[in-house]
């Protein structure tokens, strides 16, 4: 990288935030019910979206959320209510919050390219 983009990059970072553009939700915009979102009371925030999650190349894709937890408990001694973490399960990844019933009708896991054997 050139010193002049370091700078640039530098100048972009520390750019006040009312340089930025307001946005301005579209007329298309649907109105989502999150209230729910009121109940995450803890100073602590964290999002993961496994939407895309590949179950059939990593079968630990719940780490990262265990790993985010454990950290906070291991060196900052926190835990809930101080922490809130959520997991997005949609797409690809929907195995994962499926229950047993749903594995049996469907047979998921029959498909060669999973990893998973159905049951």
């Known amino acids: 990288m050139s010193a ?30 999150l209230t ?7 100073k602590h925030k964290q999002l993961y979206d496994l939407g895309t999650f590949n179950l059939g190349a990593d079968q630990a894709p ?14 900052y001694a926190l835990e809930s209510p101080d922490i809130n973490t959520l997991v997005g399960v949609s797409g690809p990844a929907f195995a994962l919050n499926a ?5 049996e009708k469907y047979a998921f896991g029959s498909d060669p390219r999973s990893s998973t054997p159905p049951r």
């Open 36 to 42: 729910w979102l009121d109940e995450l009371r803890g």
């Open 4 to 33: 002049l983009a370091s700078i640039a990059g530098g100048a972009a970072i520390h750019a006040p935030a009312a340089d930025a553009a307001p946005q301005i939700a579209g007329a298309s915009t649907p109105n989502w019910d």
């Open 99 to 103: 229950s047993d019933r749903l594995w």
């Open 62 to 75: 719940l780490r990262y959320t265990r790993n985010f937890l454990d950290t906070f408990r291991d060196v």
